[in-house]
């Protein structure tokens, strides 16, 4: 027997979106932890704010809907939005009923100001931190560190000279530029899109590009993030990256071993290192020069067992550049990005943890 086309209009819904999502989604614990984190930086949140004027869209909700930004890769807000609007299991993670409309994508912008000029998203990162430590999820003694390039918003065509007068406006939209034959560099040239990325590429034989340079310190028993660097993209950022960020993990009485590529087989590095009570289970370098590491290091075993590890860094980076949305930023200005970069780490920590917990 065929069934009716019938089509209604309106209908009365005694439902929430909590009924709607299956008892074992996977966002299901990733929103408790989430939440338990929230809570936690509620005293954050109401210093941030003012006690009159009119209400503006909960920094919680803001945060929940940057997240599922990252773990569904929408690419924009105002996709965000519609996704927000339509999707019952976005609704039920921010906390929206079935009744409450979705924000415009401008006002949602507008808020996510106030966040973006704050610490929150290094509170919450930690925060979040704490529950994977508490868990039993982090290792104290075995690192690794590696770096990535993170593409600018701005082209080529923007990079233009420091000292140039600004062009008259030629009526389209994408001017036609030929810098044949010109040598464009850093010092003496910056783009007018986003001044404070710097062009740089990764290697012989690669294209140059707007970039910055992000930065993660992993900790070698899950692969999980415990601290993040996002620096102006230079040829030794990686290494000062590490160096400040080992400065939190370094202990005065036991020694702790981190992890690298080739990049970071150099005496400045490894000297420093070891001035804080770090081992370096840096990979050598020996092409054409002799490597900062001796037999005395590549002859334990945890040397090998730290250069198996240290290939987990590059899932965090393949995450946060696929999926994260991280391998073109949306933002302009190192210290939007920076606060970015940390976010989807922290959304990568989440998913990770989620894994972890559910096999254990």
Same mark, same amino acid.
């Given at each position: ?5 019938? &089509? ?6 005694? @439902? ?16 408790? !932890?989430?939440?338990q984190?929230?809570?936690?930086l ?9 006690h009159t ?15 599922? &930004?990252?773990?569904?890769?929408v ?11 339509h $999707? ?6 921010? /906390? ?13 912008s ?8 704050? %610490? ?13 430590? +508490? ?10 560190? $590696?770096?990535?390039?993170?593409? +600018?918003?701005?082209?080529l ?13 030629? #009526? #389209? ?7 044949? #034959? ?30 910055? !340079? ?23 950022? %990686? ?20 992890a /690298? ?13 070891r ?8 990979? &050598?370098?020996? @092409?054409?020069?002799?490597s ?5 290091? @590549?002859?334990?075993? /945890? ?9 987990r860094?590059?899932?965090?980076? /393949? ?33 990770? !943890? ?7």
């Amino acid at each position: 027997m065929r069934g009716s086309d019938q &089509q209604t209009e309106k209908i009365f819904c005694y @439902t929430s979106p909590e009924s709607f999502v299956p008892k074992d989604h996977p966002l299901r614990p990733i929103r408790a !932890m989430v939440d338990q984190a929230l809570h936690d930086l509620y005293s954050e949140f109401s210093a941030m704010y003012s006690h009159t004027g009119r209400p503006s869209i909960p920094p919680e909700k803001l945060l929940k809907g940057l997240l599922l &930004q990252a773990f569904y890769s929408v690419r924009s807000i105002r996709l965000l939005m519609e996704r927000i609007q339509h $999707d019952i299991l976005f609704r039920w993670f921010v /906390g929206l009923s079935l009744e409450d409309p979705a924000w415009d994508h401008s006002t949602f912008s507008q808020n996510q100001e106030r966040l973006l000029r704050s %610490e929150i998203a290094t509170k919450f990162f930690s925060r979040i931190l704490d529950q994977a430590k +508490a868990a039993g999820l982090l290792s104290d003694e075995h690192f690794t560190v $590696d770096g990535t390039l993170i593409e +600018a918003w701005g082209s080529l065509k923007s990079f233009r000279p420091k000292d140039e007068d600004p062009r008259p406006p030629s #009526g #389209g939209r994408n001017d036609e530029v030929n810098f044949r #034959g010109q040598k464009r560099k850093n010092d003496t040239h910056e783009s007018t899109t986003d001044p404070q990325s710097r062009l740089f590429r990764k290697g012989n034989g690669k294209e140059a590009k707007l970039s910055y !340079m992000g930065n993660v310190l992993m900790e070698n028993r899950h692969g999980l993030v415990v601290d993040t660097r996002l620096e102006p993209a230079t040829g030794t950022a %990686e290494r000062e990256a590490a160096l400040a960020m080992l400065g939190g993990v370094a202990k005065k009485h036991n020694r702790v071993t981190v992890a /690298g590529d080739k990049g970071y087989d150099n005496d400045p590095f490894v000297k420093a290192a070891r001035g804080m009570r770090v081992v370096p289970h840096v990979a &050598q370098n020996t @092409t054409n020069r002799k490597s900062a590491i001796d037999g005395r290091t @590549t002859c334990i075993p /945890g040397y090998k067992i730290s250069q198996r590890l240290r290939k987990r860094v590059e899932e965090i980076f /393949g995450w946060m550049k696929t999926t994260g949305g991280m391998r073109k930023t949306r933002y302009i200005g190192q210290r939007k990005v920076a606060w970015h970069f940390i976010l989807v780490a922290t959304a990568y920590n989440l998913v990770r !943890m989620r894994n972890l917990l559910s096999t254990a």
